[in-house]
Every structure is written in C-alpha cells, then in structure tokens.
C-alpha cells in the first residue's frame, strides 16, 4: 500500500485550532486506487520500493539548496584563496543556500501529490 511522503499515511495529517465547528465524517473508504502514478513519477525513484518512502533521496531532490549544498560550499570556501571566497559569496550558490537558511528549506518537487489522479 502506498503510504504517502516522508512514510506517513495519508489520513495522518490534521489542522489543530480552538474553533468550535463541527468536523466532516471521517473518510472511512480507501481513495487510493493503487494506480502507482506516484511512484513512476518520482524522478529520484524514492517510492519504488511498497511501503516505504526513501526519505533520503526524496530530501536531496526537494531541497537542492538545502544541507548538502551549504556543506560542499563551506568546504570548497575552506580550500579557497581570499579572492576566490570573495567570488563565491557573491555567486549564485551562495545566494541560493542563504536564501533557502532565511526563508525555509525550499521544496521543489512533490511529483508524487501533483501526479496523483484522485481529487482532480
Ligand atoms: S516529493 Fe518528489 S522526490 Fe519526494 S517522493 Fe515525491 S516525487 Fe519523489
Ligand atoms: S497516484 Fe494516487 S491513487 Fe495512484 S497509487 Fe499514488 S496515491 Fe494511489
């Protein structure tokens, strides 16, 4: 059964407030037809396995500016002459790893959601 992203079921996600309403029943039938649309869409293969989620791969595609390109471009600046570091943080890999550290990790995917037949 195909369970979502981040290995989280689908019917895991809520709003938490304090307004007094009352909610829709619980949907209790099973919207997944088991089309696999999802899983051949994913451009990383993060879903090809049943049942799981390959989170490890799903974050390197859903952040190309997050963890792994700040570390690389620390360690390039490290090897760096003053002129070169003064290059790079003014370049565009830097101005893309600082934005993603200001405003959130960036996500640039979600294939799997956007692909998905059901509610369209
Ligand atoms: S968000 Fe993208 S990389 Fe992650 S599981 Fe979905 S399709 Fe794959
Ligand atoms: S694309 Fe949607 S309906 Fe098809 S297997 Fe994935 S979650 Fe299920």
Wanted: hydrophobic fraction near 30%.
């Amino acid at each position: 059964m195909f369970s979502g992203v981040y290995g989280r079921k689908l019917d895991d996600c809520g709003v938490l407030c304090d307004l007094d309403f009352p909610s829709d029943p619980p949907v209790k039938e099973e919207l997944c037809n088991q089309c696999n649309v999802c899983v051949e869409n994913c451009p990383v293969h993060a879903l090809d396995e049943e049942g799981y989620t390959d989170s490890g791969r799903c974050f390197m595609n859903v952040q190309p500016n997050g963890l792994p390109k700040l570390i690389k471009f620390w360690r390039k600046v490290i090897d760096a002459s003053p002129e070169e570091q003064e290059k790079m943080f003014f370049g565009e890999d830097f101005a893309k790893t600082y934005h993603a550290q200001l405003v959130g990790f960036e996500y640039h995917c979600f294939k799997c959601y956007t692909s998905c037949p059901i509610g369209k």
